[in-house]
């Protein structure tokens, strides 16, 4: 099993929908979680960081369940711009080591 | 400007030719990260450092070598090229106390 685990996508998604991600994770002592967007060809920016009480940023929304080692990414009143692969990164607190998913691809459509 | 800035962007190489790839920050951050990222898979570390005094290997260093000359630079090394090393690679950087990691533009790298 991979570490970290997300849909490959892509989520085909019209202009104005409510679209949502999950990204699994194996290691129950893992203490980060972040959510990452990434255009083609371009770094990973960071999108929001995710906390255990749940956090949002505009349309974006980030949660984490601890029970069954998932975090989610809301997106609201999807954009073109929000076409994007979608990253989950997780850290182990106290290590060096982020664990990359291999991202969820997101098209909206027009 | 750039907080992280990745030279060169693009370069294509021959086998066997050493190459180096660099990176700079303005964060201040104290870690510096090296990883390679290919289609399909996850990003994947290469190498890492957390002060100048202090290099680690990541999961995929063999063929790499890396040198932090400062604490905002790192630059990555490969001794002599070959094509699986095709890859584009980023360098990140994250500070002390914050685990988010910001990355540099990305260096494309094709070894022919």
């Known amino acids: 099993r991979k570490e970290v685990e997300q849909d490959p996508g892509p989520f085909n998604v019209p202009e104005g929908a409510t679209v949502a991600f999950n990204c699994t994770y194996s290691n129950s002592a893992s203490q980060s979680f972040f959510w990452y967007r990434q255009d083609c060809r371009k770094e990973p920016k960071l999108l929001m960081s995710?906390?255990?009480s749940g956090n949002e940023d505009g349309r974006f929304t980030a949660q984490l369940n601890r029970a069954s080692q998932y975090i989610s990414l809301l997106i609201r009143d999807s954009k073109l711009s929000d076409s994007a692969t979608y990253l989950c990164?997780?850290?182990?607190?106290?290590?060096?080591?982020?664990?990359f998913g291999t991202g969820t691809r997101l098209k909206v459509l027009a | 400007d750039a907080d992280v800035t990745q030279t060169p962007r693009n370069r294509i190489t021959k086998t066997g030719k050493r190459i180096m790839l660099e990176c700079s920050q303005t964060?201040?951050?104290?870690?510096m990260y090296w990883y390679r990222q290919d289609p399909g898979l996850g990003l994947r570390l290469i190498y890492y450092s957390f002060d100048v005094k202090d290099i680690n290997k990541g999961e995929i260093s063999d063929g790499y070598s890396v040198s932090r000359q400062a604490q905002a630079k790192f630059s990555l090394s490969l001794e002599s090229a070959i094509p699986n090393q095709t890859a584009l690679y980023f360098c990140a950087t994250s500070g002390r106390e914050l685990q988010e990691q910001y990355f540099g533009p990305g260096t494309r790298l094709t070894v022919t």
């Open positions: 995710v906390y255990s």
């Open positions: 964060k201040g951050h104290d870690r």
């Open positions: 990164v997780v850290n182990k607190a106290g290590t060096y080591k982020y664990i």
